[in-house]
């Protein structure tokens, strides 16, 4: 490891706080994480630290790293006579756009503009910080600890030892993080721009439909309020700017497009920080053809479109109301997806999801209610099924094993109440790990999870951006 002083220092913070035998072991153990997603989050704060002259920083979650082409930002702005270096600072929701404000607050310099990125989710709007994902963050650049504050320092000291745990587990385990594909440090350039092609839209039915938006509904935390307000109060001693603009958002995911939700949401948004909105919330939901794999990622034309307007709504705000000429790509195709085994679909009944894209398996027929093993099929009808209703296996008393179809995104709460029978749950999904909620196996302590040996890195270290359900569940997983 490097000695340079911040190092020197995080090692003296650390010893001050931590028994000399838990940082023993975790210094002598290997880096796990240091070609995955987790670790693009220090080339960004180096980069936003390194680079000269003005900065326009694009502040936020998972959004910002597949939403924006920060090479095409800069040259939008060119064209128009404005000379800044775009600096993408937001990756991963579960560290928590509180961390990257600490992160940014004191980096911030004379002429930077700070775009501060809305996400409609309570979540993101709050002081919510996941020590656990920025160990993994920092676990090759620990002096990034020295940049958060104290109450996320203190945070991060009391996970450490569940953190050492857990890659204590990994190195017995031999199955390490994934270091390939969209979700690895491979997937971005030296820019900090993800360079990952993403060629369509890979969710069943163009949406996530276990992470609706309910632009009526989100909150702004007032502790989370108040730290906005003091970021923009040290921007505004440091000679900076802070704008707020808004994350893409997939139409379809959205339970209430009306004027007066979306209006709700803008003014929520404008009265919670001191701060100019400089966009439109309705220029940002966007078509599914234009995201990947969450409802609020873009592919990679969708990246080009997001920049194409935010480029639009920067210059209006430094008061260039010119035309931006930039071709758009055509929103392409949805991404094909490998049909799943037909199943029995003769043993379910099956109800149309609310948009009418794929199904839900709603409950069991006659025949389905007498078998010991059931595989749920991954179309029905020409349309995939993504889903359950929480009440499909009622009497499904004798069954031992059920398989589930990579198409189904989520297992509802008290899915398996009642299922006194079932012990094996076999799991087929590879791309993304099946989500679950907060009650999924209530009652149900003695079914054990099957999934494919190559997937468990997404059930075990988290999918992406997202919290990960399953980090309480790992006793129960089991691979094939």
């Not at 809305?118 to 656990?132: D, H, I, K, N, Q």
């Not at 794999?293 to 873009?298: A, G, Y």
């Not at 034309?301 to 010119?322: F, H, N, P, Q, W």
């Not at 890195?457 to 919290?467: A, M, Q, V």
Request: glycine share 8%.
């Amino acid at each position: 490891m490097k000695t340079d002083l911040g190092r020197i220092l995080l090692t003296l913070f650390l010893i001050l706080l931590l028994p000399v035998s838990l940082l023993l072991a975790g210094f002598s153990m290997p880096s796990l994480y240091g070609d995955s997603y987790y670790a693009e989050l220090a080339p960004m704060f180096e980069r936003l630290r390194g680079v000269e002259g003005d900065r326009l920083i694009i502040l936020g979650n998972s959004d910002v790293a597949f939403g924006l082409d920060g090479a095409l930002l800069e040259q939008l702005l060119a064209d128009k006579g404005f000379d800044y270096t775009v600096c993408p600072f937001g990756l991963y929701a579960a560290v928590g756009t509180s961390a990257m404000l600490e992160l940014s607050r004191n980096e911030l310099r004379d002429g930077d503009i700070v775009v501060l990125v809305a996400e409609p989710v309570s979540e993101t709007l709050s002081t919510y910080f996941g020590a656990a994902a920025f160990w993994k963050c920092a676990e090759d650049a620990p002096e990034l600890l020295l940049h958060v504050s104290p109450e996320q320092r203190a945070a991060l000291t009391g996970s450490y030892p569940a953190y050492l745990q857990e890659r204590s587990a990994i190195v017995r385990s031999g199955v390490f993080p994934l270091a390939e594909g969209v979700y690895s440090r491979a997937a971005f350039n030296d820019r900090c721009d993800m360079v990952y092609e993403r060629s369509g839209n890979t969710m069943s039915i163009g949406y996530d439909t276990t992470a609706p938006v309910d632009f009526a509904s989100v909150t702004v935390s007032p502790d989370y309020a108040e730290q906005i307000q003091k970021y923009c109060a040290e921007a505004f001693r440091a000679g900076a700017r802070v704008c707020i603009s808004f994350s893409p958002v997939d139409r379809s995911a959205v339970s209430d497009l009306s004027e007066d939700a979306l209006g709700s949401y803008f003014a929520l948004i404008n009265r919670s920080f001191p701060c100019p909105v400089i966009s439109d919330p309705n220029d940002y939901i966007l078509e599914s053809g234009w995201f990947y794999d969450s409802n609020f990622h873009l592919n990679s034309a969708g990246a080009v479109l997001r920049t194409v307007t935010m480029a639009k709504d920067i210059l209006s705000y430094l008061g260039c109301y010119e035309a931006v000429d930039h071709p758009l790509p055509a929103m392409p195709a949805p991404i094909a997806q490998a049909a799943d085994t037909d199943g029995d679909s003769a043993c379910f009944t099956f109800l149309p999801t609310a948009d009418g894209g794929g199904w839900l398996v709603s409950g069991l027929t006659e025949a389905g209610r007498t078998q010991t093993a059931l595989t749920v099929p991954g179309r029905y009808d020409g349309k995939p099924v993504v889903g359950f209703a929480s009440d499909a296996l009622a009497g499904a008393l004798d069954l031992e094993e059920l398989t589930v179809p990579s198409t189904v995104e989520t297992l509802p709460a008290g899915l398996f109440h009642g299922c006194k029978s079932l012990t094996r749950l076999i799991l087929s999904h590879t791309e993304r790990p099946c989500s679950i909620e907060a009650g999924t196996f209530d009652d149900s302590e003695q079914i054990r999870v099957f999934i494919p040996t190559a997937a468990y890195p997404l059930y075990r270290d988290g999918y992406g951006c997202e919290l990960n359900p399953w980090v309480d569940k790992l006793d129960r997983i089991f691979t094939f």
